[in-house]
């Protein structure tokens, strides 16, 4: 890990650009991508129009860049290409060697990204851990995509009794507080 690149975004916000960000830069293993409201104490310190970002090397306390306004997903896609270019370019060189080294039987295409049970498990519990409790009520479409989530996740992994916990409890209409 190499880079640490913190979005800063409205928890309101209906363009979902650090998601986006996130699972962009998910492939790589020298990027760690997360999201911060504007409340953060970097947020204002700096005094950080959102959505924004800034990225930071590893073990480092000063950033490499910030931006001093609001950006789109293609700027922060840019940005990040241009600062962590390096271990970028890196990463794509290991990966086409890795692909070059694969044994291709019967003509057989392999996908490029496979998504793994365990990709699954990974990203609903970052879900649960981090971006649910970033949002004081979860309401309209990202209540349905979070349904749809459940749903899908616990129709690959049927047997796991918290998933269908979870998937009973967002069917109910009650709110829990914290």
Same mark, same amino acid.
């Given at each position: 890990l190499n $880079? /640490? /690149?913190? /979005?800063? %975004? &409205?928890? +309101? &916000?209906k363009e979902f650009l650090g998601e986006q960000l996130i699972l962009d830069l998910m492939k790589y293993k020298n990027i760690l991508v997360r999201l911060a409201t504007p409340q953060h104490q970097y947020a204002k310190q700096q005094q950080l129009n959102v959505p924004t970002l800034a990225i930071f090397k590893? *073990? +480092? $306390? %000063?950033s490499i860049y910030e931006s001093p306004k609001p950006l789109n997903l293609n700027m922060m896609r840019e940005i990040v290409r241009v600062y962590c270019s390096v271990d970028l370019? *890196? *990463?794509n060189e290991d990966t086409k060697k890795k692909d070059k080294s694969r044994v291709n039987n019967d003509n057989f295409v392999a996908p490029k990204e496979q998504l793994h049970l365990n990709d699954l498990k990974s990203a609903l519990s970052y879900m649960l851990e981090h971006e649910i409790p970033m949002r004081k009520v979860i309401t309209g479409e990202k209540l349905t995509a979070l349904k749809n989530f459940l749903s899908t996740t616990a129709k690959v992994n049927c047997k796991s009794i918290c998933l269908s916990s979870l998937i009973f409890f967002s069917n109910c209409s009650i709110c829990l507080p914290k």
């Open positions: $880079y /640490v /690149v913190i /979005v800063f %975004q &409205s928890p +309101e &916000s590893r *073990k +480092e $306390y %000063q370019a *890196k *990463k």
